[in-house]
């Protein structure tokens, strides 16, 4: 209790609840201390009543508090790490599985890289021959263009050569026919 003046006969101002923090502003030696409280108010308390830290009971039940609560993150933990040491089981398992598939997986490559350099020299190969290929199917487009060229000229050159031969002819006829006639007058 906070009294007017330090003596147990003397008027109370305030009874703080345990565990209030109280500023000591002077302490006598007849066991009374000179407080203030939260809302200034200042007066007397009993010494023995005032600790420098919260009373034992606060703390025995705050430290039970924290106790029930560490244990049950304890437990809490416990479980995780159960959880966790399947979990990386499980992990390894796949890890490992992984493994053996990386390693057929890079047997399968070297076949593929040893194999694709016969591709490669094949596919040079090709690009050779297609290249030539088209050399060759644009020479033979040219060249058949000339033929065509060529027999039609020479079409024409049977039929300007059968037309001579037949203007010939009737100029031949007719020279001859003409002869006779006059041989036949005379």
Request: charged letters at 30%.
């Amino acid at each position: 209790m906070v009294r007017t003046k330090p003596g147990k006969r003397d008027r109370i101002i305030a009874m703080p609840e345990s565990g209030t923090q109280v500023e000591v502003l002077k302490k006598s030696k007849n066991g009374w201390s000179r407080v203030r409280l939260a809302n200034k108010k200042e007066g007397w308390m009993l010494t023995r009543y005032l600790t420098p830290g919260p009373p034992s009971k606060m703390v025995v039940a705050k430290l039970s508090t924290e106790y029930e609560v560490l244990k049950q993150r304890v437990t809490s933990l416990i479980e995780e790490n159960t959880l966790l040491k399947a979990e990386q089981n499980d992990l390894r398992e796949a890890l490992a599985e992984q493994t053996r598939g990386a390693g057929a997986l890079r047997k399968s490559y070297q076949e593929l890289e040893s194999s694709s350099s016969d591709v490669l020299s094949l596919k040079a190969s090709h690009k050779k021959a297609s290249e030539d290929l088209a050399k060759r199917t644009k020479r033979l487009a040219e060249l058949e263009e000339k033929i065509k060229g060529l027999e039609k000229n020479q079409n024409i050159r049977w039929f300007m050569g059968g037309a001579a031969v037949l203007l010939i002819g009737l100029l031949i006829g007719f020279m001859a026919r003409r002869s006779k006639r006059r041989s036949s007058l005379l």
